[in-house]
């Protein structure tokens, strides 16, 4: 069974930082890119990152770019999202997904992170 956890939300005051885990298990973790999506309260999902089968190749939405790291440990099953500089519109709950052929075919149940002072 495919499993997606992620873990590391929070609150964190504007200008703080946090790092977000996903711990994937159940899939060949290193045979499918990876991406984290985002849904701020009353709004649609919003795609953030995406990163490829072996952490080479990196992409972010432009409000994340220079501030979100995403990067992964294929030994460790695990993908993560490095998050500085936090806005208070970064405030959202995040997703961990599995890029599969048809599109995202696996989400995690999303962990909440708080921008607030």
């Known amino acids: 069974e495919v499993q997606l956890v992620e873990s590391g939300g929070g609150l964190v005051q504007p200008g703080g930082s946090l790092r977000l885990s996903c711990a994937a298990s159940?899939?060949?973790?290193?045979?499918?890119?990876m991406s984290w999506v985002r849904q701020a309260p009353g709004k649609g999902l919003e795609w953030v990152s995406r990163?490829?089968?072996?952490?080479?190749?990196?992409y972010y939405a432009e409000s994340m770019k220079g501030r979100f790291t995403i990067f992964r440990d294929n030994a460790k099953n695990t993908l993560y999202l490095q998050m500085n500089s936090l806005k208070s519109e970064d405030t959202a709950v995040y997703y961990c997904?599995?890029?599969?052929?048809?599109?995202?075919?696996?989400w995690g149940q999303g962990t909440q992170v708080t921008v607030s002072s």
């Open positions: 159940g899939f060949n973790f290193d045979d499918y890119g």
């Open positions: 997904t599995r890029r599969g052929v048809g599109g995202y075919d696996y």
């Open positions: 990163i490829n089968w072996n952490g080479g190749r990196t």
